[in-house]
């Protein structure tokens, strides 16, 4: 028989909903024996929710988290120093193989800052600790898929940082993950434009005639993609599955229309680490911490497709 696909999940910052959801998803019956389960946190924290009792799940307490004046909803950098040190150990586990994959519960930026790290999101951090240079995010959901070309930066900052190299990486990269995580043999993307109507043959901008499309015509020698379209066609044109995958420029480009068509199966999905990496599609949830309101469906997506694409992989 096949051994089970052993999942790390990580508690993020204690603060917010992640030890509830990981609770409530644990006890889903769509993933309570799908897997083998390690989760990676702070015992006082988890003693407040009910944990399934199963031999498919193990603890590992770090007990880092100040017991005294603890309180949900509160954003400290005792919290936010902690929250990294459960995705330190998570990478530890990986590399002591013993674990296949990692789930990665919300972390808060600002109480990561107030701790004084410098940290701009989990890919960064992830990549920095398995010194990989440049990881790919894909955001999907069970409608569409989008992988982005810049991640966690102003809108501002958005056309500098848009050279043609990266664009031609992120494609390449887009090609692979599609077909190691979900055996896409010959994946057909959409690139989206930055500027409305693709900026109506540079009227509205140069971006698209001088670094978007000539990054595009360069990868098609290689990759099945189209585009720069306008952002609102290619998106339509990805609700109609006439493509595998959208290109985005920008971060909100791509989690405005995961979340309008389902935000409940959404995940966050990283490529280019050595192992495969999930996290739902939301935050730390501050104003709903610790009063039994969370709704666990997007943690639910990313451990089921944690599995599917470390089962993938290994059968590559």
């Known amino acids: 028989m096949r051994k089970k696909i052993r999942v790390g999940i990580t508690m993020g910052d204690p603060s917010g909903i992640g030890p509830e959801i990981?609770?409530?998803?644990?006890?889903?019956?769509?993933?309570?024996?799908?897997?083998?389960?390690?989760i990676i946190g702070d015992g006082k924290i988890f003693a407040k929710f009910i944990l399934p009792q199963r031999k498919n799940i193990k603890f590992i307490d770090l007990d880092n988290v100040p017991g005294r004046n603890f309180c949900f909803g509160k954003i400290k950098p005792s919290y936010g120093k902690a929250a990294l040190e459960y995705v330190r150990e998570a990478v530890g586990l990986f590399k002591n193989k013993q674990i296949d994959c990692l789930v990665t519960c919300p972390i808060s930026k600002e109480a990561v800052r107030l701790a004084g790290l410098r940290v701009t999101g989990h890919t960064e951090f992830l990549a920095d600790?398995?010194?990989?240079?440049?990881?790919?995010?894909?955001?999907?959901?069970?409608?569409?898929?989008?992988?982005?070309?810049?991640?966690?930066?102003?809108?501002?900052?958005?056309?500098?940082?848009?050279?043609?190299?990266?664009?031609?990486?992120?494609?390449?990269?887009?090609q692979s993950a599609l077909k190691e995580f979900f055996k896409i043999s010959r994946p057909h993307i959409v690139g989206l434009a930055l500027n409305p109507h693709?900026?109506?043959?540079?009227?509205?901008?140069?971006?698209?005639?001088?670094?978007?499309?000539?990054?595009?015509?360069?990868?098609?020698?290689?990759?099945?993609?189209?585009?720069?379209?306008?952002?609102?066609?290619?998106?339509?044109k990805l609700l109609e599955k006439k493509y595998d995958c959208g290109l985005a420029m920008y971060h909100d480009q791509a989690l405005i229309p995961l979340?309008?068509?389902?935000?409940?199966?959404?995940?966050?999905?990283?490529?280019?680490?050595?192992?495969?990496?999930?996290?739902?599609?939301?935050?730390?949830?501050?104003?709903?911490?610790g009063k039994n309101k969370a709704d666990p469906s997007s943690l639910v997506w990313a451990i089921k497709l944690a599995i599917q694409c470390a089962a993938n992989l290994k059968n590559t």
């Open 22 to 38: 990981i609770s409530k998803a644990l006890r889903s019956g769509n993933i309570s024996g799908s897997a083998d389960f390690t």
């Open 129 to 174: 600790l398995c010194s990989v240079k440049d990881p790919l995010m894909m955001l999907v959901n069970k409608y569409l898929k989008f992988t982005l070309v810049t991640r966690h930066i102003a809108i501002k900052e958005v056309p500098a940082a848009l050279d043609k190299a990266r664009i031609h990486q992120t494609i390449l990269s887009t």
């Open 198 to 236: 693709a900026s109506d043959g540079g009227l509205l901008g140069k971006e698209e005639l001088k670094v978007i499309a000539p990054a595009m015509n360069r990868a098609r020698a290689k990759v099945n993609i189209d585009g720069p379209l306008p952002a609102d066609s290619a998106v339509l």
């Open 259 to 289: 979340k309008l068509t389902d935000a409940g199966s959404g995940v966050n999905l990283t490529w280019g680490l050595p192992f495969v990496r999930t996290s739902p599609l939301h935050g730390t949830a501050f104003d709903i911490a």
